[in-house]
């Protein structure tokens, strides 16, 4: 269980959590509601995904829960849109750990070291994890419980350091109040994404039925907790027009507060805390198309497993796919450059897809895995999840569904390629869990 919600917290605590209160900044007060509602939101997800965990301890989890309620051609766009949004969002993830390397040694700045760290980060959790699921749990955990130190520091001690001037202005923005609202829900969205990462490799899990939920609602719990205190902190200790413009602003909190040693053992946790999100997703990234590949989804290819049990073909393959972009970015192509900063701003929609999806697939998994004997009602739970997931995609706005959309879409021919190479069968007629 450790591991599992390791996991999940370190997958949730990452780039998204840190560098949110600068983002959230312009909209005051407001953006501490959004944060909690937010997080009430979060947790009916992952009580949906604890509840099919439980019916369907599957691999491949969003994914997996999609298919078996909805068919092969809903799962296919699930896990094509979602394993797109994971290895498009690794540069992300490393490049805010080398930007915190070269902030402890300001002598090694400069573009290009800053890509290569960037490449080194992600190679080196590739390789962490081709060593097989039980040691990416580890370094999970290490990276994880190790980061919560300084941040739960700043989130909790912090609270004495406060200027409650700086809470003056409940709405500053300008914008009506549900403009500014669906503004943040993606921004606040962001942070919480990879709270079903304990549900992806349910396969690997010992006694999963209890052992998933469990990690999962734990897991949200934690990182929404420190989400909203540490929120809370910096906007009370940090002007707010300092705040807008500030890079590192738990960084600039704690230097404020302790100095330069509060700015180093925050850069330190940013460097954990990016470790254990790379380690994380990266382990996510092999195991959803892995999924799919054992359905005949996905090329075969995805579905291969070493002699460690890890899918180290669709990993290396993933892995490569994040590197070009790094490498575009680096060279500064622009037409590049700029389509990949589209998709990885397109990954908290990519993200949200997948989880309206499964906030109301509960009752016909378990009409599915029970034969049609027991279709539970939709809860009150469920309903308030999949709102959650539609504000959250209506915040995105406009630009970012449609693309998002074309990015689905370009799924379709590999999945008619895929299924003309594999044999005809009734869509979801088996279902293998466990």
């Known amino acids: 269980m450790a591991a599992c919600t390791a996991i999940v917290v370190g997958n949730m605590v990452g780039s998204g959590f840190y560098l949110s209160p600068a983002a959230v900044a312009p909209y005051g007060n407001l953006a501490i509601v959004v944060w909690i509602v937010m997080a009430g939101g979060a947790i009916c997800l992952g009580l949906t995904f604890a509840r099919l965990a439980r019916l369907a301890p599957a691999t491949g989890g969003p994914y997996a829960y999609t298919r078996l309620a909805y068919g092969d051609f809903p799962g296919f766009l699930i896990a094509w849109g979602y394993w797109i949004s994971i290895w498009a969002s690794l540069p992300l993830i490393a490049v805010a750990l080398a930007g915190a390397i070269v902030d402890l040694f300001p002598m090694v700045r400069g573009r290009a070291t800053v890509a290569a760290l960037t490449l080194v980060a992600i190679w080196i959790v590739v390789f962490v994890n081709l060593r097989g699921v039980k040691t990416a749990g580890v370094v999970a955990q290490v990276t994880t419980y190790a980061k919560l130190l300084p941040f739960g520091a700043v989130a909790i001690i912090g609270l004495i350091y406060i200027d409650l001037s700086h809470f003056s202005e409940f709405n500053p923005s300008g914008k009506p109040l549900l403009q500014a609202s669906a503004a943040l829900a993606p921004l606040t969205m962001f942070a919480f994404l990879g709270l079903e990462s304990a549900t992806v490799p349910a396969g690997d899990v010992r006694d999963p039925e209890r052992t998933i939920p469990r990690s999962t609602v734990l897991g949200i719990m934690i990182a929404a907790t420190l989400y909203v205190l540490g929120t809370v902190v910096v906007m009370g200790v940090l002007p707010r027009q300092e705040l807008v413009h ?109 989880y309206a999806f499964c906030a109301l697939a509960g009752s016909l998994v378990a009409a599915r895995v029970t034969d049609g004997a027991y279709v539970p009602k939709v809860s009150v739970v469920e309903v308030v999840a999949f709102v959650f997931a539609m504000f959250t995609l209506y915040g995105c706005g406009a630009e970012p569904v449609l693309y998002g959309l074309v990015l689905l879409l370009l799924g379709i021919p590999v999945y008619v390629w895929q299924r003309r190479h594999t044999r005809a069968r009734p869509e979801t007629d088996e279902f293998i869990v466990g």
């Open 246 to 354: 500030s890079l590192a602003p738990f960084s600039d909190a704690a230097g404020a507060m302790w100095g330069r040693t509060g700015e180093i053992s925050i850069s330190i946790a940013v460097i954990l805390s990016s470790l254990g999100a790379l380690n994380g997703w990266t382990l996510l990234m092999g195991q959803v198309p892995m999924a799919a590949a054992r359905d005949g989804l996905f090329p075969p290819l995805f579905g291969s497993i070493s002699t460690r049990g890890v899918p180290a073909i669709g990993i290396l393959i993933s892995a490569v796919l994040a590197t070009v972009l790094v490498l575009v970015q680096a060279v500064g192509a622009s037409g590049f450059a700029s389509f990949y900063n589209l998709v990885v701003g397109l990954s908290t929609m990519a993200a949200v897809i997948p």
